[in-house]
C-alpha cells in the first residue's frame, strides 16, 4: 500500500469535495485515499483503522466489505 505524498491527498479519482465529507461509516474517522496494487481504498484515520475498497471509481463504504488495518489487501 502507498502511502499518500508529503502535501498531496490520494484522490483515486474521486471528487475531492467527496473525500472531505465522508467520514467512516464505523468510527466516523476522516477517510484518506491509498494506492494499492487492485486499484485503491480509503483508509480511516480513526480508531478503527478499517480499510474500504474503491471499485470502478465508487467507494464502497460498507463495513461488511472494509478490511482491517492488520489484513492484506
Known amino acids: 500500500m502507498t502511502e499518500e505524498p508529503a502535501g498531496r491527498a ?3 479519482g ?15 474517522g476522516e477517510l484518506r485515499g491509498a ?8 483508509v480511516c484515520q480513526g480508531s ?3 480499510r474500504y475498497p474503491v471499485r470502478d471509481g465508487i467507494p464502497v463504504l460498507l463495513v461488511d466489505e472494509a478490511l482491517g488495518a492488520d489484513e492484506p489487501a
Do not use: D, K, S
Not at 467527496?18 to 464505523?26: A, D, G, R, W
Not at 494506492?35 to 480509503?42: A, K, Q, V
Open 48 to 50: 478503527c483503522g478499517l
Open 10 to 12: 490520494v484522490t483515486l
Open 14 to 28: 474521486l471528487n475531492p469535495a467527496l473525500l472531505e465529507i465522508i467520514v467512516c461509516p464505523q468510527c466516523h
Open 35 to 42: 494506492e494499492t496494487p487492485h486499484g485503491g481504498e480509503l
